[in-house]
């Protein structure tokens, strides 16, 4: 581009950034204005390396795979790292199917006293006490499990959880609040899709085998989406059950 | 457009913080709030409300909400004066009228004839001609006017009959009534978001969970608000006379007598919704002087914890020196419709005490059964079922 040339183009780009902001136009390559967004880790560091240093926080994530793909695993070790990181560290799993177990999660390395665990009666319940958890901005991570929920249920209030998705974004960038939602790969919801800042597919590969026990297993957790890094990112994770469940770092 | 008996309510949008920018440019476009010579904000920009900054809060509540917030003392700008303008200018549009606040007042239109749309223009232009930007709301009660004010922006909004009354008032959202912000909060919680939810709620359990000041709030959103506009001379006080057997000279023993009357005093001022403006004492010391003290509240107040600050204030300002008193007369003056406070959610408290706090309210609307937090009680049991089991959250 002749010097002349780009003398404009600075000065036009100048000018909308006076504008629209300086944010509204810029080059590509590294960004000075780029808003500095707290991580929580996930503990697998390959997949922590791929996202930037984590999960991010006051941002959604959603985690979509089908049943024993390591979802579950990979969202309670993301509360058990803030655990870890912060002794007053609070964190909360919306547990719509009921199936949340104590022991496992204990085995994840979470604090149990510094989890809330919600059982709501309806999709709607839970929707909307996420909905003032996360403004009371008291929580480091919170987990919406809607993996297993009711199918006919999730249809019949899809307008109100499009209308909280709507809202949670706004709701969860003034708070440090992690938030999580696990979800089904057959039950999609564009309007989750759209409010998340990062989403990552999951999926197991393969079991770990020790003679004929299963150790573990190996997942391929893809970054389909990602608002503050790059996105396209494939990346293993091993879970070993070992007494304790562990990621590739704890 | 007729004249019936109306309430008019003018204000004048972002009073105290376009003084200051008047007089000082460079503090355009930054969040800005006003102090008093306490520390407590009296005035707020749009960018500072928008932050969650309201009137009251003090100087450490501004900052935490927003960092970046220009803190400037009111008494470099020349709010008072305009104030005492404003008033003098409105005082030549309606025969009872009252300030509600800085820069806002109520009008009664009673005995005014003609068009209503042009006298409310009129009544804008003064504030226009004070160089600020009116918003002006005409209602059949003072509550009505005051949201239809506070919603009309900076233009005239006009509510002309007790049904429109109604149907305007019904999906406005529940900040704009002049509960304190832990009733307001308990409301959310509790997934009342308008004052049509509000209304309809049942009498006794409004009673019941948010007291005097909750029933008179709902009364007034279902439109049965007869508080009159009454002439700042006719603005009622609230007395008591304390006369001791001898004279006392202890300060903490006579401070506990005042602090009793003086709460006595703020109850009824509670369940009406009022707060007064202004603290008088007046004492007879043993050699029959008569000493006196006041304290006027840069907003209108009904806490209970700033009225004991200020009479402690008073008590040390009429020169306690042991001298004693035979008897003490406390007044609260320039009783009026008390601010409505904006709804925080950033309280500066463990996140743990915010959590319990939310999940008390929640329960309520939820269940209890709602919110547990999970334990081990055997672990070693091959039954996974049987290892974890449920107690109640801060057990």
Redesign the interface.
């Known amino acids: 581009m002749s010097s002349q040339r780009r003398r404009k183009l600075d000065a036009v780009v100048a000018q909308l950034q006076l504008d629209y902001g300086p944010r509204a136009i810029r080059r590509a390559g590294p960004d000075e204005h780029a808003e500095v967004v707290g991580r929580i880790p996930t503990t697998f560091a390959e997949l922590d390396r791929a996202l930037g240093g984590g999960l991010p926080q006051g941002r959604l994530t959603e985690i979509s795979g089908p049943a024993t793909s390591g979802k579950l695993t990979l969202a309670a070790k993301v509360i058990s790292a803030a655990h870890r990181a912060d002794g007053?560290?609070?964190a909360a799993w919306v547990d719509l199917s009921r199936t949340?177990?104590?022991?496992?999660?204990?085995r994840c390395g979470i604090a149990?006293?510094r989890?809330?665990?919600?059982?709501?009666?309806s999709l709607a319940?839970a929707l909307?006490?996420t909905l003032?958890?996360v403004?009371?901005?008291?929580?480091?991570v919170l987990v919406f499990d809607r993996f297993g929920a009711n199918a006919n249920q999730v249809r019949a209030a899809v307008a109100e959880e499009d209308g909280m998705l709507a809202r949670l974004p706004q709701l969860l960038s003034g708070t440090a609040t992690a938030a999580v939602f696990l979800s089904d790969p057959r039950e999609p919801s564009p309007a989750l899709a759209h409010a998340a800042a990062v989403r990552i597919s999951i999926s197991r590969e393969r079991w770990i085998m020790r003679d004929a026990d299963v150790r573990g297993y190996q997942s391929l957790a893809e970054i389909v989406k990602n608002r503050h890094g790059h996105a396209g990112v494939r990346v293993a994770v091993h879970i070993i059950f070992n007494g304790t469940v562990r990621g590739d770092g704890l | 457009m007729n004249a019936a008996r109306f309430i008019a309510y003018l204000n004048a949008v972002e009073f105290g913080a376009t003084l200051a920018q008047r007089v000082d440019p460079s503090l355009v476009g930054r969040p800005l709030a006003l102090l008093d010579d306490r520390g407590h904000v009296i005035a707020v920009d749009v960018l500072a409300a928008r932050a969650g900054i309201a009137p009251g809060q003090t100087e450490h509540q501004a900052v935490a909400r927003a960092p970046g917030v220009t803190l400037r003392p009111a008494d470099r700008y020349p709010i008072l004066e305009t104030q005492a303008e404003l008033m003098a200018r409105v005082a030549r549009y309606a025969g009872r009228w009252q300030p509600a606040g800085l820069g806002s007042a109520y009008l009664d239109t009673e005995g005014i004839g003609g068009d209503m749309l042009s006298w409310c223009q009129a009544l804008g232009g003064e504030v226009r001609g004070l160089g600020m930007v009116p918003s002006v709301g005409l209602a059949p009660t003072k509550f009505c006017a005051a949201v239809a004010g506070e919603v009309a922006g900076e233009n005239i909004m006009l509510v002309m009959t007790t049904v429109t009354q109604r149907a305007f008032l019904t999906p406005q959202p529940i900040g704009l009534l002049p509960l304190d912000a832990a009733a307001l909060l308990h409301l959310a919680h509790l997934g009342i978001r308008t004052l049509g939810q509000y209304a309809c709620l049942p009498p006794a359990g409004v009673l019941a969970r948010f007291g005097p000041p909750g029933r008179t709030a709902q009364r007034w959103v279902q439109g049965r608000d007869n508080r009159p506009v009454t002439l700042p001379g006719e603005v009622p006080q609230a007395s008591a006379h304390l006369e001791f057997d001898g004279v006392v000279a202890d300060r903490e023993i006579l401070l506990a007598a005042l602090r009793r009357e003086a709460d006595a005093l703020l109850h009824p001022l509670h369940s009406r919704l009022q707060a007064a403006g202004r603290l008088a004492l007046s004492a007879t010391r043993g050699d029959g002087r008569l000493v006196t003290a006041s304290h006027v509240f840069p907003l209108p107040t009904a806490a209970t914890r700033t009225v004991h600050l200020a009479l402690e204030e008073a008590v040390d300002r009429i020169a306690w020196r042991g001298e004693g008193a035979a008897d003490v007369t406390l007044t609260l003056g320039d009783i009026t419709d008390a601010p409505v406070q904006q709804l925080s959610l950033l309280d500066i408290t463990s996140p743990r005490a915010t959590l319990a706090a939310t999940l008390a309210q929640l329960a309520a609307r939820f269940g209890p059964e709602t919110f547990r937090m999970a334990a081990l009680v055997d672990q070693g049991n091959p039954l996974p079922e049987r290892r974890g089991s449920w107690r109640e959250f801060g057990d």
């Not at chain 1, 989890?115 to 009666?121: F, S």
């Open positions: 007053d560290a609070l949340c177990d104590p022991d496992y999660l204990d149990l006293d989890l809330l665990v919600v059982r709501p009666a319940d909307a006490v003032h958890l403004r009371s901005n008291a929580l480091a």
